[in-house]
């Protein structure tokens, strides 16, 4: 068996159903466009109660020309129909705008996977029969590993294809949810490892990781953090725990034989780079020995909603350093502001905070492991070539080196490192 996950675009779909054997379980989800049209219908329904018939119709449209075929029609009318009476029904009824958006792009999954099934006459499963979530007292929602394993192993008995709409679940209460950050290939993979497929694939648009052959799995969840990588990481750890490899393959080229993502460390290291970027320094007397601190500041930043890129901080606890979206700088100084001057218990009076736009250069690889030198070699190529490096931290499982640049020296330090 293998299972294959794919982003069904109007052009793909002839080559992905050829990709869907009989030992082939197939997870599907739809692409960017068509999510942003039904995002788009959601937010005019639910917060300006207007009908969203424009962008219904756009969706009609759009898969209508996926397959003139009967059946196939038929369906997707009484689905797109479904998701017209979700939507009136928001309109009057008081309910979370996500919670609406997730039924909402859920269904366009499904009608995703109904345009492959009808194309190759297997087996389609509901995807958010299989992944489980729960929600807490909070109503903050957990991934239900164990009980989403025993779903898969219950209903996946049956011989291929198979094809499941990805990215989506079910909490207890009934309710649709999103799967994480990248829920159909996290999907696979887990599907992958439970059933100890042969291999899992990832089908993308372009040469798999960078064009890189062969990466080990925490190489490839280092790559798999920076801004342009093709999937997030955590679609990774599923196959590493059930030690299934993964194949990232182009979807537009059939030559391509793809990235192999195993436990080989045979390779040598690479380099990874975000741009965009801001560098926060928070710095002053008033943070030596303030148990807290740095939760303090990271708490405050989550609330604000700003996904923190990196992290330095010395020993002396003078000062913390981290990067995030320069998008995010104006949130990340009112969220620094309102705790620096709202909380009494901070006396903060001389805490400085310094922006910097930036860049980051991380090399990594299973090969720096335990190899004195390597980061003097690191540090040494740039102080030769004239580029000063701002901040760096490296991981203490001693993959990788992340070092924070002036934006402008970005591209000649990959440069330096790829030769």
């Avoid at 369906?75 to 017209?84: G, H, L």
């Avoid at 919670?99 to 366009?108: G, P, T």
């Avoid at 736009?357 to 540090?379: A, L, Q």
């Avoid at 203490?396 to 330090?413: F, H, M, P």
Wanted: proline share 2%; glycine share 8%.
């Amino acid at each position: 068996m293998i299972v294959k996950s794919f982003l069904l675009k109007q052009d793909t779909l002839k080559s992905i159903s050829a990709l869907c054997g009989k030992d082939t379980v197939a997870v599907i989800r739809p692409e960017k466009k068509i999510e942003i049209i039904l995002r788009e219908a959601v937010r005019k329904t639910i917060r300006e109660k207007k009908s969203a018939r424009e962008e219904m119709d756009q969706v009609r449209a759009y898969f209508a020309a996926l397959s003139a075929s009967e059946s196939y029609q038929e369906k997707a009318t009484q689905i797109i129909s479904n998701i017209e009476g979700y939507l009136r029904e928001g309109m009057y009824v008081i309910t979370s705008e996500i919670s609406i958006q997730d039924y909402v792009l859920a269904r366009c999954a499904r009608l995703c996977a109904e345009a492959v099934n009808n194309q190759v006459k297997g087996i389609l499963i509901d995807g958010t029969e299989l992944m489980l979530c729960h929600a807490d007292a909070r109503g903050v929602q957990h991934f239900d590993w164990m009980g989403s394993r025993e779903q898969i192993k219950s209903r996946l008995t049956t011989s291929g294809p198979v094809i499941i709409p990805g990215g989506y679940g079910r909490l207890d209460s009934g309710y649709v949810v999103r799967v994480g950050k990248d829920g159909a290939h996290m999907m696979a993979s887990l599907i992958g490892a439970t059933l100890k497929a042969e291999s899992i694939e990832f089908y993308i648009e372009g040469h798999g990781i960078d064009g890189i052959p062969a990466m080990t799995y925490d190489e490839a969840a280092h790559f798999c953090a920076s801004a342009h990588a093709p999937f997030a990481s955590s679609a990774i750890w599923p196959a590493k725990n059930g030690e299934v490899p993964i194949v990232v393959k182009d979807i537009n080229d059939s030559s391509f034989k793809g990235t192999f993502i195993s436990t080989d460390s045979s390779h040598q290291t690479d380099v990874i780079w975000d741009k965009d970027l801001t560098l926060v320094t928070v710095y002053g007397t008033g943070l030596l020995g303030r148990v807290g601190m740095s939760s303090s500041i990271f708490s405050c930043l989550s609330k604000a909603g700003v996904n923190v890129r990196f992290i330095a901080q010395t020993s002396s606890e003078y000062s913390i350093s981290f990067a995030v979206r320069s998008e995010d700088k104006e949130r990340t100084q009112e969220a620094l502001h309102g705790l620096f001057m709202d909380n009494p218990l901070l006396p903060l009076d001389d805490v400085v905070v310094l922006n910097k736009e930036v860049g980051i250069v991380t090399v990594f690889g299973s090969r720096m492991r335990n190899i004195p030198g390597t980061s003097g070699k690191v540090f040494g190529t740039l102080g030769q070539a004239g580029i000063n490096i701002i901040a760096s931290a490296q991981g203490g499982e001693e993959l990788s080196i992340s070092l924070v640049l002036e934006e402008a020296d970005v591209d000649k330090a990959v440069e330096l490192f790829k030769a």
